[in-house]
């Protein structure tokens, strides 16, 4: 319960930067639209002037340009909990096909939380994909994280980090697929507010 009440408190604290990176990649199209259409610059208050927020990391990240209109604390390092699941699902995107199918294991229930998943159970990539990524299953990610070893015999953990260099996700590193601690001042994954962005940019761009 204790590892559960950490991710909790630290998916709280990023959430703000999350939603504030998604606004961005809403908006982002609208402003580009203006600007090709030649509309002059207009001079607007700052929006985030006086803006207090509790979280400790945020971002508001223009990936067309590559471009942060608002940081606070983007760059610091901090555990991500269950948003590593959306490298999982990203990496496993990567290495094996939608449809392909992924078997429940004994392992895979063994993980932090009760998701109704069923040994020998098998779904498709996909579907189990947005079942995890919904539900934060923990379950989930570990058999999809099973189905990508056996499949390319390599570590899934290595993948993630493989996939996430060649991102240029400077300071964001997995120890899991699931994000859970390893130790109690350790989490399953590392990363900044920036990098989830640019990850999220990443993600909404190729899928």
């Not at 580009?32 to 002037?49: E, Y």
């Amino acid at each position: 319960m204790k590892k559960l009440s950490n991710q909790k408190k630290v998916i709280g604290t990023l959430t703000a930067g999350v939603l504030l990176a998604v606004f961005a990649l809403a908006l982002s199209p609208m402003l580009g639209a203006l600007h090709d259409r030649g509309v002059a610059a207009v001079s607007f208050p700052d929006p985030f002037s006086g803006l207090a927020l509790r979280a400790k990391s945020a971002i508001v990240y223009d990936p067309e340009n590559n471009t942060e209109i608002f940081a606070k604390g983007a760059g610091e390092a901090l555990p991500l909990a269950s948003l590593t699941k959306v490298m999982t699902v990203l990496t496993a995107l990567k290495y094996s096909r939608p449809d392909e199918l992924v078997t429940i294991s004994l392992s895979a229930q063994m993980k932090s939380g009760e998701d109704g998943l069923v040994l020998g159970e098998k779904w498709d990539l996909a579907t189990l994909a947005k079942f995890s990524l919904i539900g934060s299953s923990n379950d989930g990610v570990t058999a999809i994280a099973e189905a990508i070893e056996e499949k390319t015999g390599k570590s899934f953990t290595d993948l993630m980090n493989e996939e996430s260099r060649s991102l240029g996700l400077e300071s964001t590193h997995f120890e899991n697929a699931t994000g859970l601690d390893v130790e109690q001042s350790r989490g399953g994954g590392v990363g900044t507010a920036k990098d989830v962005a640019k990850l999220f940019a990443y993600g909404i761009e190729a899928y």
